[in-house]
């Protein structure tokens, strides 16, 4: 607010004073509601004061005050009007048009944009029998149990009697705390014209073991046994006078063969409670005892084995420290003494063979005595030539090393030549001859260490004769084939339901359905040859369906990662859609409510 003042002559000559007040741009209400309108502007017009004389009236000041307060209620008035002025209505056609539009868009992802991503996006997933898959895990479906058959050859016993000591032997085989998976089972031997009842691993024989009882020539206090070392037969003899009769319940003699069987079976037993309990087979399914018949002895033996495959690829190799011997007759030592056993085996494993020489062969350790801690780095896997796995079979190598090295023992240990090598091979450690040429009978000791490791690599049990452990190795094979493709079942359905947008294609749901059938196919003849075929093409088929590549990339495939994907799309997109949706529906309503 300023004020000024000023003194003007009027025209008779008297002096007026002029005071003059003004107002400028006020501001009467600090929240303003309209940055053009709010304003309120009080104008004074001035105001004059006179010196008090009598001819003068007062009027003129009144009417000046009148003035001001007419001119700020017109500058209200108008303000007034111009604040709530409606917009103008809109038409019916716009609100259609606007309406359609909107339906448009949204007719346009929900018929169009939905589909094709559901169709594009959709995780394909074959139809597996989970509940069938799972109780061949758990040991529902097939209980590895199967009789073993034993044929009894009794010529000192008519057969009335022998039927009596059969009897009374079985059922004291019943009673034994044994392993319930190995069921005994004791038949008299069917009468051949060659009187040979032999089993072989490739002859239709069924019977794992003949027990031949003879009578004692000499007088005996107690019967003896011994097994022969090239046939899978228990040899005992008896005393005459302790042959049982028919009425007789129970008899020492039986007891003795029922303990000597229990025996010759031990290994064969604790191999296969091995299988079981390294095996998904809940504990309740499994046969009781097959705990406790595991000892570490036996798990090293085992782990040293190598995986079951129908074929192998055998390797011989002749490494020289220098330019000699640069021949050797490998393929005559191999026919002489190691092909018999590779004919035995044939039922079982099939075998490809090739050789190698290599000179001026630099091992891994050079000192001229090697100790155990040095056997397991001889090997130079960097610079020798060993040949890897051909056509898918695994690899079993077998080196003979020329040089002037030895194995170095503790005092009192035996001095070996050889040493195994776990799941891969072993090696032989031989002198150099004088020759530029290595002869077959040089190569005998080598070869017949190298068939005594392939056995130990192909898991085949120590005691008995070689006929009898290739039986008990289709046995055991059958069993660890069979537990392992029902545990592979067993893993791919439990990683099915644990991840439901993994895709399953339908080569696994082939393999699934061809694996459940050779083992059905394997189930009834446990221990047997053709079972042992059947459990390694449903291993096989069960092993393809779980490591199929369309299935282990996307094991690591988290949901994170589709919000990542989706949303920068989603977001430009669907925000637009929703707000004029939300908005379209706020208009109808008032619209609505508008309507009288």
Known sequence: MSSSSTVRNRRDGSAILEVESTAASATMNTNQHDENDNDVTNTVA??????DQPDQPSSSSTTTATTTTTTTTTTTTAKTKTKFRPPPPEQESHILRRSLIIASFWLLVLCLGVPIWWKTTTIYRANLPLSQMMNWADGNACSPVFPIRVAVEAPGLNEQEAQGLISVTQHALDTMPDFPGHRLRLEVASPSPSGDVLPTPNSDNNNALILRLTPSDTAAPSPASSLHAHSPVLEITYPPISKPTPETKSSGLATYIAAQLREAFAEE??????????????????PQGAQQRIDESLSKRMTRSMKYSG????TFSLFTSDSAPSSWDIESAIDQYMKPVLDMLRPIHNFTIDTQVQLYAIPGVQSQVLTKEDLSSFINAAEWPLSPSIGGAPTINFIVFMGNQTIGLNPGEETSQSWLVPQWGSVYLLSPPAADHVPSESLKHPILAFASHLLSLLGTPQSGSLPMRLSTLTRVRSVDMLLRASSSLGSLARLS????????PPSVADGVAKSIRHLELACPKLGSTESLEHA????????????????VGQLYFPDEHKVAVYLPLLGPVGVPLVMGLITEFKAWKARGHNVP
Not at 311 to 314: A, E, K
Request: glycine share 0%; charged share 15%; net charge negative.
């Open 269 to 286: 037993q604790a191999i296969m409670s091995y299988f079981l309990a390294t095996s998904t087979i809940s504990s309740d399914q499994q």
């Open 46 to 51: 001035p105001t004059i004061i006179e010196p």
């Open 311 to 314: 074929t192998y690829h055998l």
């Open 497 to 504: 339901q644990a991840l439901p947008s993994i895709s399953i």
């Open 536 to 551: 390694r093409i449903a291993e096989t088929e069960a092993e393809r369906a779980f490591f199929e590549k369309s299935m």
